[in-house]
């Protein structure tokens, strides 16, 4: 068999980050004064930190921030989600049996995120896979965030593979778009806060990451 590639989100994907991440947004909001909704969060969860809080701005009747505020503010959202994240790290269960599962069957695993470096690092390092990634792509690694392919098509890049030889595991719509765009099958793990009618155009829906196997994905790449 040729080389595969496993190309993973980190946030509600192999991370349960959801709870915190919301914790953030409204914190950060009542800081500014603009309250996040739960459907605003859940709207553009997945989505990388700049678009979001240009649409913040402007549903709350507010011109586009400049782009200094921009970046002071995600930065402190960042900062606020990390401090959220206490107690046990919640890593989704199923997460180091499938890892292990694809190395041990000689798949290349990459992470494929908009997040910011810093949070990537946290998360893996909460993580403490025995099992290594060959790439880690993070936000600050390419242009464009999801939905564009920009992650995911460097992910490959960086694994020497081609994008059909390649599948991404992701829990939302930006990244089931990202990796549609980017040429790759995509499996959408419904994680809080989604639903199935939200991911149709995955190739794949799952509510457990146990459900996948090396052969199952590898079917999904040859089908």
């Not at 991404?168 to 549609?180: C, F, K, L, S, Y």
Request: proline share 7%.
């Amino acid at each position: 068999m040729s080389a595969l590639g496993a190309i993973f989100d980190l946030d509600g994907t192999l991370v349960d980050s959801c709870a915190s991440h919301e914790q953030a947004w409204i914190a950060l909001g009542e800081s500014i004064g603009i309250p996040v909704s739960r459907e605003f969060f859940f709207r553009s969860f997945g989505r990388p930190n700049t678009p979001i809080l240009k649409a913040l701005f402007n549903e709350a009747g507010r011109p586009d921030p400049a782009p200094a505020l921009i970046d002071a503010l995600a930065l402190k959202k960042e900062e606020l989600f990390r401090s959220f994240v206490t107690g046990a790290f919640p890593v989704m269960p199923g997460t180091q049996p499938l890892l292990t599962a694809l190395h041990n069957s000689g798949w290349l695993l990459a992470i494929g995120s908009s997040a910011p470096v810093l949070n990537v690092q946290f998360m893996l390092a909460g993580i403490a896979s025995t099992t290594p990634f060959a790439a880690v792509v993070t936000g600050d690694c390419v242009a464009h965030g999801k939905p564009h392919p920009d992650v995911f098509l460097e992910a490959a890049a960086r694994l020497a593979l081609a994008p059909t030889s390649c599948v991404v595991i992701e829990d939302a719509a930006p990244g089931v778009e990202a990796a549609r765009r980017a040429g790759m099958k995509c499996v959408a793990l419904c994680s809080a806060g989604h639903t199935h009618a939200e991911l149709t155009d995955a190739d794949l829906i799952i509510d457990h990451l146990d459900e996948l196997t090396p052969s199952r994905l590898q079917s999904l790449i040859y089908q």
